[in-house]
């Protein structure tokens, strides 16, 4: 349990701040099925007492209702009486805050990260060489190398908790989920965003040249 007071300025913000997130998202398809969450840390960082609105379970994210988002603490558990459901998913948001200290997390789920993320699963991390918007990640060396972490996809989300555990590198603000999705975080809703979109440029481009080169063999 958290026993933070946040200020509720702070917490409008990051509701504001989710509400144009999503809306830009699901503008793109990002959130086919009612898939996919977003979450912005409101108040101050400890691992053991924190706070995050995330949305809701089973929610259309292509509306907006005042029913969207909730506040829950470090482990996922609502702060303050409500009937709303976390997603499920939310203990990888728990997760992924206790390990990086970021301040906003978003999961959608694509065809091009699904499909790259199994089309890679042997070696459990997507390589990426040389391409540009890996300085989306502030990783500026010439012809960088990266390797995007990918882990086991169960059907029990706390099952998944101690794979993201041991995979995450500090230099890579994202995970893969096998054939589901991926997780990208950053300090604030703003670097999140820009990290995500980095991933998802860099899925289409790996699947499309991949398919490009394999054509030519
Ligand atoms: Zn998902």
Redesign the pocket.
Known sequence: MSFQQIALEDKQRALSELQEVKELFASRGWFPGT??NLSIRVGDFNPNDFQFAVTASGKDKTVHTPEDYLFVDQDGKPCEATRLKPSA?TLIHCEIYKLTGAGAIF?I?SVFNSVISEYFWDRKSVPVDGVELIKGFNIWDEEAHIDIPIVSNFAHIPSIVPEITERIVKHIPGVLLRK??IYAWGANAFEAKRHLEAFEFIFEYVYRLELLQRGNR
Do not use: A, F
């Open positions: 898939s996919g998913e999961h789920h589901h999705g």
